[in-house]
């Protein structure tokens, strides 16, 4: 059993940053593929950021040379580093963390941007 924790959302004006955290427990963090993923208030979850357990990482149109994920596997910690934040990045994110073929969520942590 894997658990997830996100923190760091909260309220930020168009146009400023963000960076949310998700802590997972295990002992072989390293080892599992990770990931970012969003809900917004009357759409379908949707994909923003992934990265492997080699570093590979892939982003959401939406998100490209915005947003960055990166991972700390001393930590435990996956990150994600939101950038130039508009309204439409509006949502629930939530950490997913796929290891030995068993997927894991995250409770969430609302990002809401406005003025």
């Known amino acids: 059993q894997v658990q997830l924790v996100e923190s760091g959302g909260g309220l930020v004006q168009p146009g400023g940053s963000l960076r949310i955290s998700c802590v997972a427990s295990?002992?072989?963090?390293?080892?599992?593929?990770m990931g970012w993923y969003r809900r917004a208030p009357n759409k379908q979850r949707e994909q923003v950021a992934t990265?492997?357990?080699?570093?590979?990482?892939n982003y959401a149109d939406s998100v490209k040379g915005r947003f960055t994920i990166s991972r700390d596997n001393a930590k435990n910690t996956l990150y994600l580093q939101m950038n130039s934040l508009k309204p439409e990045d509006t949502a629930v994110y939530y950490c997913?963390?796929?290891?030995?073929?068993?997927?894991?969520w995250g409770q969430g942590t609302h990002v809401d941007v406005s003025s």
């Open positions: 997913k963390a796929i290891v030995n073929t068993i997927t894991y």
């Open positions: 990265i492997l357990h080699n570093g590979d990482t």
């Open positions: 295990g002992r072989i963090f390293r080892l599992y593929s």
